[in-house]
């Protein structure tokens, strides 16, 4: 129940906020629409050769992070609205190719599949519950939510990486 009024309450704040959309789907649509724009700008601004930087040897490098949000971008997006994912759980992060053109392509392929499977669903469906990695129960749109952050969170963390690269991050994209 309180996750119920927790997906409720987030969707009122967005809908309040964000008055053009019409229903909870639109304001996640055009909110994972702006994340994609953002993570593309971040992608753009590392050089060729920063994809590789490591800020320590325990780290994932810039690729490596992008790849980690793309798997995740795909493997959530497919186990909360049922859409079958064109790659496999943790294929990005294997990915042999980690240069600044394909790791684009992966990541804003990964995006596309989150917000082509969102559109895909209707206000209703956000209130069923999904079981995620076999053992977290949650309404969908709580599920998208968690999503968003985990995706917010990796891009956050390779503002650090730019900065180390001498590279002044992308102006934030909050609207």
């Known amino acids: 129940m309180k996750q119920r009024l927790l997906a409720t309450l987030l969707f009122v704040f967005c809908a309040v906020s964000f008055a053009v959309a019409q229903n909870p789907v639109d304001v996640m649509v055009k909110e994972w629409e702006r994340a ?12 060729d050769s920063g994809y590789a930087l490591k800020p320590t040897p325990q780290m994932r490098s810039f690729a490596e992070q992008m790849l980690h949000l793309t798997d995740a ?3 959530f997006a497919s186990a909360i609205t049922g859409e079958k994912s064109p790659i496999n759980f943790g294929d990005s992060e294997k990915s042999t190719d980690k240069s600044k053109a394909n790791v684009t392509k992966l990541t804003l392929a990964g995006y596309d599949f989150v917000i082509n499977s969102v ?48 590279i002044t991050p992308p102006q934030e994209k909050l609207f």
């Open 36 to 47: 994609k724009a953002y993570t593309k700008e971040y992608l753009e601004a590392m050089s």
């Open 73 to 75: 971008n795909y493997g």
């Open 119 to 166: 559109k895909k669903l209707t206000p209703a469906q956000l209130n069923e519950n999904v079981k995620l990695f076999g053992r977290f129960d949650m309404p969908k749109g709580v599920a998208i939510a968690k999503l968003f952050e985990h995706q917010t969170h990796h891009r956050g963390q390779t503002t650090v990486y730019l900065r180390l690269a001498g």
